[in-house]
């Protein structure tokens, strides 16, 4: 919204005019809510009361551990979701089901559930004007089933497996009876759905087990005749007899080669030591002998006696000489023992060759009987898998049938849920409610009669009353000449400056809106030859004079720059508020280094303009209001400025975006140059203000010149009161 506000000026509500029409028109208020209050007693006490029961239901799995048991004995839990109660929930409100509990409880010769008996004038209305449906056109079962089901609420109680049965009615007792039964009907539902389940099941096993019992023993005989035609005979459990054969024969043709090769190598043994020389001694194969041993006995005897008999005899003694003849005799019986030995050996070698060659045949034979017995085994097993797989199938259906059989009981077979809450008899109705229907209504009578009030005022113009505005100011300036001086409403004071050229134009101001009175102290003189442009009337280098040359530019983005520093930067405050004051939308932000414009109007440590181009918080957060002002602020912030500073060019964008709410917006760059605050607004359209505490500093005219070398030559100048901004609101405010 623009701040410009022409002489036909706006309107304001009255809202005192607004508080007086309604007591004006207090006792017709009054008498309205009675009436209202009055008609809606006696209405709702005339209704017939309304008594309301509920029982619950609790959806689980229920039964005995071997009813349940699946396969490995493992147990099958019930698997319930948000769509599985859900559906619970519709088979309770079913139609069958309903139609049970109507023909149980006899609900069809009570009036209140057959609206043909009870007609009223609203229906019969709705019935002329073809809007609603004439009961007596549907027959009396129908009328009822749709009575109950209007009473009736059926829902799952969240988060849960809980189901609440809600019925109302206008005899406590028959609501109770009716959401009772309906638990009672769905139980047995559930239960007889399970046992209609288990018999069909049970129906269908009976005659897949008989037709199974058949292939089984067909299977199982085309499996023992094929064994008996191919000799597939079984020794054990795995294997055939030409298996078994095979692997016997195998064995022993291992044995006799074990065995011929062992007298082969023995034989060899004897031969070479006979053929060596040796004596007969050093053969293991001889000494094993027992004859060998009992003659190698005899030998170590006789040789013991001659021995002994040397110590006293000579050795042509008979004596000696008949035993050194039975030693001779006996080496030869020696040499014939071992004789005798290796031949046994030989002998035993070519029958162990005999046998092996022997065993070989059969075993090449028993070879050939194996391949073919193998080829066999291939269609032996195929139908072995059938008569298997068969088998197995039928013991499976022996077991399921078995199970179903017990399960035939309905105790055997509860249903999957209990009743956890019986509906009792209610003790009070809980339709109408006297006493908060009467209060509702005349609370809503009054507010709508209060509301009819408002507006009748509003759109007749009674509650309107025009604003005081001010009117467009225009621009004026004119130049100062060297040797005068500006005396403003609220300081005195002089700027001095090296001579401008002629076509340096004046500081454009306005006249305020309030002159201020003038103050007594002396002006300051001029430093330097010439000064800056000022304007005829004194008083419009003031903080006021510079809001209406503001306001009546229509100047939506200021910036502020203070070469004196932390002091003028309050000119931004006091300007913000005087702004605010002539009814304007006014936001600061504070880019000063100090943030001492954001401390003075909200207080310091709070969000600002470095927390935004941080990203740290929001353009909401960031915006505070002034405690003196209807002004807005975003304050320097409290993020690392030289972080913030990478984002600055996104100032433009967040100027641009609070455009729209703001019909002013000010930002207080401090003592930056002219350079830098075009660069951080993108060379956004601007109008400068230039906060002045002391104008015969040398710094004021140098950044004075420096604004009209960058083309600011409209700048505006605004003198700052030293004692800054006051904790109170003007009188403006």
């Known amino acids: 919204m623009s701040g410009n506000l022409s002489s036909r000026g706006d309107v304001d509500i009255d809202l005192a005019g607004l508080a007086a029409a309604l007591w004006a028109r207090k006792f017709a208020i009054a008498a309205s809510v009675l009436i209202v209050g009055?008609?809606?007693?006696?209405?709702?006490?005339?209704?017939?009361?309304?008594?309301r029961s509920e029982a619950r239901i609790?959806?689980?799995?229920?039964?005995?551990?071997?009813?349940?048991?699946?396969?490995?004995?493992?147990?099958?839990?019930?698997?319930?979701d948000e769509q599985a109660i859900a559906s619970q929930v519709e088979v309770i409100r079913s139609s069958d089901l309903l139609r049970e509990v109507i023909t149980e409880l006899d609900l069809g010769s009570r009036a209140e559930f057959d609206p043909a008996g009870q007609p009223s004038m609203i229906g019969d209305l709705l019935v002329l004007l073809g809007i609603g449906s004439d009961p007596i056109d549907a027959s009396a079962q129908q009328r009822v089933l749709e009575a109950v089901r209007e009473n009736l609420q059926v829902y799952q109680v969240q988060n849960s497996r809980v189901i609440a049965i809600e019925f109302s009615s206008q005899d406590p007792e028959l609501a109770a009876a009716v959401a009772n039964g309906l638990a009672g009907a769905y139980l047995q539902v559930q239960s007889g759905a399970k046992l209609d389940s288990n018999a069909d099941a049970a129906a269908w096993l009976e005659p897949e087990i008989a037709e199974l019992r058949g292939r089984v023993r067909d299977a199982e005989a085309k499996v023992a005749a094929f064994r008996a035609d191919n000799g597939l005979l079984l020794v054990t459990e795995n294997n055939t007899l030409v298996t078994r054969q095979l692997s016997d024969l195998t064995t022993e043709l291992s044995?006799?080669?074990?065995?011929?090769?062992?007298?082969?190598?023995?034989?060899?043994?004897?031969?070479?030591?006979?053929?060596?020389?040796?004596?007969?001694?050093?053969?293991?194969?001889v000494v094993d002998s027992p004859q060998l041993q009992r003659l190698r006995e005899r030998q170590s005897e006789i040789e013991g006696q001659i021995s002994d008999l040397s110590i006293t005899l000579l050795d042509n003694h008979p004596r000696i000489r008949s035993l050194r003849s039975q030693l001779s005799g006996i080496g030869t019986q020696l040499n014939e023992e071992v004789r005798k030995a290796l031949a046994n050996l030989e002998a035993n070698a070519a029958v162990a060759r005999l046998r092996e060659a022997e065993l070989a045949e059969q075993l090449d034979v028993l070879k050939q009987s194996s391949a073919q017995a193998g080829t066999d085994e291939v269609e032996l097993r195929a139908l072995e898998r059938e008569a298997r797989a068969?088998?197995?199938?039928?013991?499976?259906?022996?077991?399921?049938?078995?199970?179903?059989?017990?399960?035939?009981?309905?105790?055997?077979?509860?249903?999957d849920a209990r009743i956890i809450s019986r509906a009792g008899v209610a003790s009070e109705p809980y339709f109408p409610k006297v006493?908060?229907?009467?209060?509702?209504?005349?609370?809503?009578?009054?507010?709508?009669?209060m509301i009819i009030i408002l507006l009748i005022e509003l759109f007749s113009g009674r509650a309107l009353r025009e604003r005081v505005v001010v009117d467009e100011m225009r621009e004026e300036t004119t130049p100062l000449e060297p040797s005068r001086i500006a005396t403003t409403g609220t300081a005195t004071a002089s700027l001095a400056h090296q001579p401008l050229t002629a076509s340096t134009q004046a500081v454009p101001v306005a006249a305020p809106a309030h002159p201020a009175e003038p103050l007594?102290?002396?002006?300051?003189?001029?430093?330097?030859?010439?000064?800056l442009p000022v304007a005829e009337d004194e008083e419009d280098f003031s903080v006021d004079g510079v809001a209406a040359a503001l306001i009546s530019k229509r100047v939506q983005v200021v910036a502020g720059i203070s070469p004196e520093g932390d002091a003028a930067t309050l000119g931004a405050v006091l300007l913000a508020r005087a702004v605010s004051d002539r009814g304007h939308r006014?936001?600061?932000?504070?880019?000063?280094?100090?943030?001492?414009?954001g401390a003075t109007m909200a207080g310091a440590g709070l969000p600002g303009i470095t927390d935004l181009l941080c990203g740290s918080v929001s353009i909401a957060e960031s915006i505070h209001a002034d405690y003196a002002s209807s002004a807005d602020i975003i304050p320097l912030g409290t993020a690392d400025p030289e972080t913030a500073m990478r984002g600055a060019s996104r100032i433009a964008m967040i100027i641009e975006a609070l455009s729209d709410a703001y019909d002013t917006i000010i930002v207080e760059c401090g003592s930056t140059e002219i350079t830098a605050v075009q660069k951080m607004l993108a060379d956004r359209p601007i109008t400068v203000v230039m906060s002045v505490v002391?104008?015969?500093?040398?710094?004021?005219?140098?950044?004075?010149?420096?604004?009209?070398?960058?083309?600011?030559?409209?700048a505006l100048i605004m003198l700052v009161d030293e004692d800054g901004p006051q904790s109170t609101r003007s009188n403006a405010a």
């Open 38 to 51: 009055a008609l809606t007693y006696f209405t709702t006490s005339s209704m017939a009361p309304l008594y």
């Open 520 to 531: 007594t102290q002396p002006a300051p003189t001029i430093a330097k030859a010439g000064a």
């Open 586 to 597: 006014v936001l600061t932000i504070d880019m000063t280094g100090a943030g001492l414009p």
């Open 435 to 449: 006493i908060p229907a009467v209060i509702v209504a005349m609370l809503a009578t009054a507010l709508i009669h």
């Open 694 to 714: 002391d104008p015969d500093a040398p710094i004021i005219a140098e950044e004075f010149e420096a604004l009209v070398e960058a083309g600011y030559d409209d």
């Open 390 to 415: 068969e088998r197995d199938l039928l013991e499976t259906y022996l077991a399921r049938f078995r199970e179903t059989v017990s399960r035939g009981d309905a105790n055997a077979l509860p249903a």
């Open 255 to 285: 044995q006799v080669r074990a065995q011929r090769a062992d007298a082969e190598a023995r034989a060899a043994n004897v031969r070479s030591a006979l053929e060596s020389g040796q004596s007969a001694d050093a053969v293991s194969s």
């Open 58 to 80: 609790l959806i689980e799995e229920r039964g005995s551990a071997l009813s349940r048991t699946g396969e490995g004995g493992q147990t099958r839990d019930l698997v319930l």
